[in-house]
């Protein structure tokens, strides 16, 4: 016996077999994790990449709407207070980077090593709650903390030198000061992301290095460190492109200080001071892009050399 053949389907007229594959196709773009993102990807076009793209316009025309190429580029480069602002924003960049570097991976890796789960519990409740505070109330309970006459810790600031508000806010130690503040406020929040990270190293194999006698450094530096790289390189973009925006610290020390600290302090105070001070939003977008520019050139640096999108 010859088995049975199933009949193949008889074409319809006018091409209905294709149109009912249509259905399928289409249903495959309406999977449940496209409608999770479409939302996302609606606030990044409208509050991000349209915004963008208008910053490029403006920055690459005049006030009259004519092109004017890299002459907003060229203009705010050769302004004065321009390089101070790079030079202030890069300082602080690399202490900030560096300490979340060290230190963040250091005490994640120290709570990690707790072995009462209550202490790890209360250490990483007391981490976190430094960063429940905005921006500006941080500022603002750290310019109490920096006044010698208020401050809880103005023998340690006398002892430094440091007699006088003024001294302590000096330009010279900002880059500093912005860094201690932001590590303070940032910090705990990766902590406990580098803390997530190292709870997915398999205990076995932390077990197996143990039993061949690796002390906790060589566990750190062979096993856990390497194995964990990717959130640091995550943790350096995300806080890089964050030191890059800075702001609120030195407008609020500019205040407090009366102008001691200028108000053009960092590169996003000068762009703006150029679109609200100087009406000149043509500098501004182009200050902005330069800032964009940076952010993603060192974004893709960390990725290449941090392997982030690589498979194990």
Not at 71 to 80: K, L, P, Q
Not at 174 to 186: E, K, S
Not at 241 to 268: D, H, K, M, R
Request: aromatic share 12%; net charge positive; hydrophobic share 55%.
């Amino acid at each position: 016996m010859t088995p049975a053949r199933t009949p193949a389907r008889p074409e319809l007229p006018g091409g209905r077999a294709a149109a009912v594959s249509r259905p399928r196709r289409a249903s495959r773009w309406l999977r449940p994790g496209h409608l999770f993102v479409l939302p996302y990807v609606v606030l990044l076009a409208f509050f991000g990449i349209i915004p963008v793209a208008y910053s490029v316009y403006l920055a690459l025309t005049n006030a009259s709407g004519g092109f004017a190429g890299f002459g907003n580029f060229t203009r705010t480069a050769r302004d004065y207070r321009f390089a101070p602002a790079v030079e202030h924003v890069a300082t602080y960049l690399v202490i900030w980077l560096l300490a979340l570097a060290v230190f963040v991976v250091l005490l994640a890796l120290v709570v990690h090593r707790l072995t009462s789960n209550r202490a790890r519990v209360f250490i990483r409740f007391a981490y976190y709650i430094p960063g429940a505070l905005a921006g500006a109330a941080s500022v603002l309970l750290w310019l109490f903390v920096l006044d010698p006459t208020v401050s809880p810790v103005s023998a340690l600031l006398r002892w430094t030198g440091n007699d006088q508000f003024t001294q302590v806010i000096n330009t010279g130690h900002l880059p500093v000061l912005f860094a201690v503040i932001a590590f303070w406020t940032g910090a705990g929040g990766w902590i406990l992301v580098l803390y997530g990270a190292l709870n997915t190293i398999p205990a076995d194999m932390l077990e197996a290095a143990r039993v061949d006698g690796a002390g906790p450094v060589r566990t750190a530096l062979r096993i856990q460190l390497p194995m964990i790289r990717k959130w640091v390189v995550y943790m350096l973009i995300l806080s890089f492109a964050a030191g890059t925006q800075l702001f609120v610290e030195p407008t609020l020390i500019s205040q407090a200080s009366f102008g001691i600290v200028p108000n053009y302090y960092s590169v996003n105070q000068l762009a703006y001071q150029f679109a609200f001070t100087q009406n000149d939003l043509n500098g501004s977008a182009a200050i902005s892009i330069d800032l964009l520019v940076v952010a993603l050139l060192c974004a893709g640096l960390f990725v290449a050399r941090g392997r982030l999108f690589e498979t194990d």
